[in-house]
């Protein structure tokens, strides 16, 4: 019967290399490169005797700092090996086939970014404002940061938003109308939520009752707004200015105590109610996120809305009010842009942060504290730009205004991780 | 708590899943739900666990009647349901898992995850689990995930629990494990509805069986039933469970893998080193439990999967590193696992299906344009040959049975003349005559002198149909069994069973004849060879 000339291989008794997965040298590579820029790039610009001067205090602290003034060449070398050394401690470490822990890139990146700093302000007169860059990278973000925190919401619940373009427009667009109609910047602060909870309610509406592709919904919502503010503004606000149109800015309050501390002072307790809101909202959704009831069914209606239908959790019902509070929360963001800045409603002045919103919720791996990293990350490049073309700085003002998608491409190839956000993100949910 | 489903009902569009069907489950009972795929268990299963609304009839609970909005009333009700793909969040804990729906929760709504963790070990260790309530469910086993939906089911206070295929996924000792745990269910009170087509498990574990067919319930049978009965019962006819076939005359080593290397995702090998030999006219099984490596071997033959290191040999040519198109060229003839998304092309009609391989060929085309009439006359012919039931050739292949969609895919694939047969799973979800027309061909294309690599997770398919089985665990083969070898009462299961839990052949072998030393072997059993 047996007739097999087959031999039957045995199981393997050899003794060899355990297969084990490829070493990922992204981490060590990204370190060495920023590194080599440092040395090679940074330290060829200054002359050997100049010096770059930091201004730390601003007027209104307590205590009064002088201005630093630093060795450039030589605190750019010291920079420079500081972060090959941490390249070297990378690499020692994938090779080890350990992780390469966060706060190392977080060395790396502030040592790159002072670096440039220096770089930048050497063997100039003028001094590099550090308060004020800090102060307007924070401004910057702030839409950027509610309009991340609306993505998170939104996503987690398995819903893409593209549309936080178009809330933060029609944000920017009803706080500037409604708190010019009646003379009061807070009106505008009311309106604006309810006119971004609309647009996610229409959101909503395709989405989730008639399960439109989300994506296309979204961008077909942004050009709705633009194209509905733009009328209106070109319309009734222009035709009677003084009552749609006028400027009312939020007050700025200050903390008292809080707001003295050097440079952490006034870049984050001399702010508008609104950035107090923000603060608010980040710290309560990343509580709620993870520890609520609210957050857990979140969670689940939007990585496997099946199993959260088997236990009963309304999965489209919880998709519709969240996508409604996600709209309302960047509407709120949107009001930065007009009566949070103390400026009149201008066409299309979202200016396409909506986008960028989304990019820091991917970048933040849909957790909102992450998110605000990320969102700070690019208001901060940003403003870099603006501080080092008013000082006049040797880099030419084009490149600097590369910075916030260079910083991006790095921050994406090389400090994130494997991003994988909400399984069911972008699928509607029916029962089969 | 006693069940009663009096006249259910359920249609879509034109079809009847379930036609007045009717079922008395006695508290404290386990009553098997016996029928093959398609019968309309799991449907009838989804109306009693208020996932879908039946059409007519009514569902009884202790004589009261029932009506159901959603899963979340049933659950009150006091039914709980361990679907047949869990029900769980791969990124939750255990403990959020099992809490999902009915969190215990302070104010604001802000969990209280000591209460629900307690709440895991309670239930655990009553049944002795043994469950990590902070461990993640995508990083547990499969077998220990089912533990964590019958936890969640209990914690909502069950009283009729509602098992549906729950040892499609397990090994023979995991089933084992799941058979005591209903046990101690049972004898604390809880119903079970256990819904199945394996006849080995109604027999060991089943108080009353109802078995279904085509959405009615045809019959009820006792556990002492034979296994021909239940079958003949479940499919309608008299069908025979072994597959019909000659000893394999094995030639000389057509194809051989040389430490086949594949990595996952995450960087560790899914498929470890593995040698594997195998003989012109032999069928090697591979076996395991699902997620052991088994379809990324197959996938990696085929070229779908990269391979990271090895040689795969066809002839004594390395096929490592060669397009798709050249392995098929070479003569692979490949059947995918899931036959809806890999195995056809649904919006396509069963003509094109039949040659998406062929098409470029001179046989069907032109230059660039397709020749519809030799098309059409090709799949005359196949869909002939291998008695495939439809309406029209230009139909979508969606509007096939899965078994008359598997023999489209089987014929397309058998249509060249083959150096090597390949397929994973070829009657996963198929009825049981589409499954001896599919054992027939594999066994035919053996004959003819090819050899056939089976990947298959059913023991009794592995056990008919193979010439030698090789057990996959963890990404390597743990032993080949050769079952030419074997005594006359075939190859024992149990070592099998213990292989796919990773022991070695010889210890698995030594093990049995140990426990059958001890316990004297009850007469239907089968004695380790």
């Known amino acids: 019967m047996s007739t097999s000339t087959v031999t039957e291989p045995v199981p393997d008794t050899e003794v060899d290399e355990a297969v ?23 330290g060829m610009g200054p002359t050997a005797d100049a010096e770059t001067t930091f201004q730390v205090s601003s007027g209104s602290t307590m205590f009064s700092i002088p201005n630093i003034s630093l060795p450039s060449l030589i605190t750019i070398l010291v920079l420079g090996f500081v972060q090959l050394g941490a390249a070297a401690y990378a690499l020692v470490l994938v090779r080890a086939r350990r992780t390469v822990p966060v706060w190392l890139h977080i060395i790396v990146g502030l040592a790159f970014v002072i670096s440039f700093l220096v770089y930048a302000g050497a063997g100039r007169s003028s001094v590099i404002p ?8 924070l401004a910057l973000s702030v839409p950027l940061i509610f309009g991340a925190m609306s993505g998170v919401v939104c996503e987690r619940s398995g819903v ?82 003084a009552l749609w149109n006028a400027r009312q800015p939020l007050s700025t309050i200050k903390i008292p105590l809080l707001s003295e501390i050097p440079i952490i002072g006034p870049v984050l307790f001399q702010q508008t109610i609104l950035v107090y809101l923000m603060y608010v909202i980040v710290i309560v959704l990343q509580f709620m996120l993870f520890r609520s009831r609210w957050g857990l069914r979140t969670r689940a209606v939007g990585e496997y809305p099946k199993a959260a239908d088997t236990v009963g959790i309304k999965v489209n019902t919880r998709r519709v009010w969240n996508v409604i509070m996600a709209g309302a929360i960047a509407g709120l963001g949107g009001a930065f842009f007009s009566i949070g800045s103390g400026l009149a409603f201008g066409r299309e002045m979202s200016a396409g942060q909506g986008y960028i919103a989304l990019a820091a919720m991917i970048l933040g791996k849909w957790n909102p504290k992450l998110a605000v990293v990320a ?6 490049s940003r403003n870099l730009g603006n501080v080092l073309s008013s000082i006049g700085s040797a880099v030419p003002s084009e490149l600097l205004l590369m910075l916030p998608y260079i910083i991006t491409i790095l921050a994406v190839a090389g400090f994130v991780g494997k991003v994988r956000g909400p399984a069911a993100a972008g699928t509607p949910y029916t029962k089969s | 708590m006693k ?50 609304d039946p059409s007519e009839g009514q569902i009884l609970l202790d004589d009261v009647p029932q009506r159901f909005n959603g899963p979340g009333d049933a659950v009150a009700a006091g039914i709980g349901m361990v679907h047949q793909h ?51 469910i995508e990083d547990l086993p499969v077998g220990v995930q089912q533990r964590v939906e019958i936890i969640k089911a209990l914690s909502r206070d069950a009283k009729v629990l509602i098992l549906d295929e729950p040892t499609a996924v397990l090994t023979p000792q995991e089933t084992d494990e799941l058979i005591n745990i209903m046990g101690e269910l049972k004898e604390s009170g809880t119903s079970i509805v256990f819904i199945t087509h394996k006849l080995r498990e109604v027999r060991a574990i089943a108080d009353r069986i109802t078995v279904i067919r085509r959405g ?63 003989a012109a006219g032999e069928i090697v099984c591979l076996a395991g439990v699902q997620g052991n490596g088994q379809s990324e071997l197959a996938e990696a033959i085929l070229g779908l999967a990269d391979t990271d290191g090895g040689a795969i040999r066809l002839d004594g040519e390395d096929l490592a590193g060669k397009s798709v198109r050249e392995r098929l060229e070479a003569g692979i003839g490949f059947v995918p696992e899931d036959r809806s998304t890999d195995g056809a092309i649904a919006d396509f009609s069963i003509a094109e299906n039949l040659v998406l391989d062929l098409y470029n060929t001179e046989e069907f085309s032109r230059g660039v344009s397709l020749s519809p009439s030799k098309v059409a006359a090709n799949a ?65 294309e053996r004959d003819k002198g090819t050899p056939v690599i089976i990947v298959s997770t059913e023991l009794d398919e592995v056990v008919s149909l193979a010439d030698r089985i090789a057990v996959m665990y963890r990404g390597k083969i743990v032993g080949i069994v050769d079952v030419a070898k074997a005594g006359p009462m075939g190859v024992n299961r149990d070592v099998l069973g213990l292989m796919m839990a990773g022991v070695s052949l010889a210890d698995a072998e030594a093990q049995i004849a140990k426990d059958a030393s001890a316990t004297t072997p009850k007469s239907d059993e089968e004695v380790p060879s």
């Open chain 2, 380 to 444: 005359n012919v196949r869909t002939e040959e291998f008695d495939v039931r439809f309406t029209d050739i230009h139909d979508k292949i969606s509007t096939l049975s899965g078994g008359n969609a598997q023999k489209v895919v089987l014929a397309r694939e058998m249509s060249r003349p083959l150096r090597l047969f390949v397929a994973s799973q070829p009657t996963r979800g198929l009825d049981v005559g589409s499954i001896e027309f599919v054992h027939k061909r594999i066994v035919a």
């Open chain 1, 130 to 137: 550090v308060t004020t860059l800090l102060a307007g990278a």
């Open chain 2, 216 to 278: 009615k319930v045809v019959g009820e049978a006792s556990p002492t039933s034979t296994e021909t009965e239940l079958a003949s019962l479940m499919v309608g006819r008299s069908v025979s469970l072994a597959v019909d076939k000659e000893p394999a005359e094995p030639g000389d080593v057509a194809f051989e893998l040389d430490k086949l290397t594949v990595l996952g995702s995450t960087g560790t090998p899914v498929v470890d080193k593995v040698k594997l030999k195998v």
């Open chain 1, 160 to 241: 893409i938003n593209i549309a936080i373009e178009g809330q933060l427009l029609i944000g920017a667009f009803a706080a500037a109308a409604i708190a010019s109609r009646f003379a009061s910047s807070y009106a505008g602060l009311v309106a604006a939520p309810i006119a971004g909870a609309m647009v996610g309610a229409l959101l909503a509406w395709f989405a989730v009752r008639f399960q439109v592709n989300q994506i296309i919904v979204g961008v077909v919502l942004n050009t709705l707004v633009i194209g509905l503010t733009g009328f209106l503004f070109s319309t009734v606000m222009s035709d009677d200015a």
């Open chain 2, 86 to 136: 869990f029900m769980l969040v791969p990124v939750f804990t255990v403990a959020e898992s099992v809490a999902l729906g009915y969190e215990p929760a302070g104010p604001a709504g802000v969990l209280e995850m000591a209460k629900a963790r307690q709440h895991v070990l309670e239930i655990s260790e009553r049944f002795g689990f043994e469950i990590d309530p902070d461990a993640k």
């Open chain 1, 375 to 380: 969102a700070l990350l690019f208001g901060f």
């Open chain 2, 3 to 52: 069940l009663e489903l009096q006249g259910i009902t359920k249609v879509f569009g034109s079809l009847v899943a379930n036609d007045h069907i009717d079922l008395v489950v006695e508290p404290g009972e386990i009553h098997a739900l016996l029928g093959e795929n398609g019968a309309g268990k799991s449907t009838l299963m989804n109306v009693l666990y208020g996932l879908y």
């Open chain 1, 20 to 42: 084990v997965g490829k070493i990922n040298y992204r981490a060590p590579i990204v370190n060495a490169l920023a590194a080599l820029i440092t040395l090679l790039v940074f």
